[in-house]
C-alpha cells in the first residue's frame, strides 16, 4: 500500500521560500505511468494542483505558479519536494502531496503551512 508522508516547516515568512518533502513508502516514485503531485487547500479557494514530477523526472506546473514553483526528487530516499519561492499570505494553505496512478490514487493527511511575519 502505498503512504505519503509530507514534512517541513509549519511557519515561512513572506518573500522567502516554502520547501516540503514529500516521503513515499509502499511504492517507487520512479514507476512508470505515476506521477507526484503537490496540491493546496485554502479556505474558500478549494483544492488546487500546483504541479507534478513523474517517473522520468519531468516535471509540470500549473500556469497560475509556474513562476514560482518547481519540484525536484531524491530517488535514493524516495523523496519528492515543493519549492514555492516568493511567498505572501495568500500562500497559507494546508499543502498535500499525492500520487495519481491514472485508475488509483493516494494522498498525505497534508501539511497546514502559514505565511506570516
Known amino acids: 500500500q502505498v503512504q505519503l508522508q509530507e514534512s517541513g516547516p509549519g511557519l515561512v515568512k513572506p518573500s522567502q521560500t516554502l520547501s516540503l518533502t514529500c516521503t513515499v513508502s509502499?511504492?517507487?516514485?520512479?514507476?512508470?505511468?505515476?506521477?507526484w503531485s503537490w496540491i493546496r487547500q485554502s479556505p474558500g479557494k478549494g483544492l488546487e494542483w500546483m504541479g507534478a514530477i513523474g517517473a522520468s523526472g519531468s516535471t509540470y506546473y500549473t500556469p497560475s505558479l509556474n513562476s514560482r514553483t518547481s519540484i525536484s526528487r531524491d530517488t535514493s530516499k524516495n523523496q519528492f519536494t515543493l519549492h514555492l519561492s516568493s511567498v505572501t499570505p495568500e500562500d497559507t494553505a494546508v499543502y498535500y502531496c499525492?500520487?495519481?496512478?491514472?485508475?488509483?490514487?493516494?494522498w498525505g493527511k497534508g501539511t497546514l503551512v502559514t505565511v506570516s511575519s
Open positions: 509502499g511504492g517507487s516514485i520512479t514507476t512508470d505511468g505515476y506521477y
Open positions: 499525492a500520487m495519481d496512478g491514472g485508475r488509483t490514487g493516494y
